[in-house]
């Protein structure tokens, strides 16, 4: 039977797993387990880890997640490994089933009013995202003052993408330093004004990709350091 991979110490409370490969519970043998317990390093269905009264519920519902742990006297978080990323990551939890009951009643009570600051929320992030392009662009046209004041607010949309994981959301990002700035400008002007995606699709490894384009890359910014300031982007 191959071992799943070590659990993630850093998981509060009670672990269950979902696995990737076909497990059977080691005391009454029942599989493949759609969901296991590890004990002693060996996995056992829910109801043989005295699990099996819990009801499932996936992630996503922020608000009722948190209420359903409160209403419950024993839940488990659930975790699968993601092998791309190497590491566990939360799928949901168990709870009880009146527990959830009583969290979801409490849910609907305040729907509402939960639902105008998710409003509220979302207005005042997309007033910070946009101040935040805004200086991101303007930082690029002091960087490059020959860069289209269009092509830079493009430049800085893309880059500065909340949750997309861009170097505009780094904390180098964020506080607009010279290298992420450059970092964004350089990523736009390889794809946009080089080959490089064609030679990507061609089947060119990418390092050697990027080799081939470097000197257009370079004489593009070239040119947005020294020209002069455009009066109309």
């Known amino acids: 039977m191959a071992a799943l991979p070590a659990t993630p110490r850093s ?10 490969r076909r ?53 488990v978080v659930v975790v699968r490994f993601n092998r791309r990323k190497g590491r566990y990551e939360r799928q949901g939890v168990l709870v009880e089933a009146t527990g959830l009951a009583r969290a979801e009643r ?25 101040r935040f392009a805004e200086a991101f662009a303007a930082e690029i046209r002091r960087l490059f003052p020959g860069c289209p004041a269009g092509r830079a607010r493009e430049i800085a949309a893309h880059a500065s993408v909340r949750g997309s994981g861009r170097v505009g959301r780094s904390a180098a990002g964020r506080a607009l330093s ?3 700035v450059v970092s964004a400008v350089v990523a736009s002007v390889r794809h946009v004004d080089t ?24 004489t593009v910014l070239r040119g947005w350091r020294e020209a002069e300031i455009e009066s109309a982007g």
């Open 178 to 180: 010279e290298g992420a």
């Open 23 to 75: 497990k059977r519970c080691a005391a009454c043998r029942r599989g493949p387990l759609p969901l296991l317990v590890l004990e002693d390093g060996v996995p056992r269905c829910p109801d043989c880890a005295d699990l099996g009264h819990l009801v499932f519920l996936p992630r996503g519902d922020t608000a009722l997640t948190r209420r359903a742990r409160e209403e419950s006297g024993l839940s």
């Open 195 to 218: 080959p490089y995606d064609r030679l990507l699709m061609n089947g060119v490894p990418r390092l050697e990709a990027r080799r081939r384009i470097a000197a257009a890359v370079e």
């Open 106 to 130: 409490r849910c609907l009570a305040d729907a509402e009013v939960r639902r105008r600051r998710r409003t509220r929320d979302a207005r005042r992030r997309a007033e910070q995202d946009a």
């Open 11 to 20: 998981q509060p409370g009670l672990l269950a797993v979902q696995p990737q």
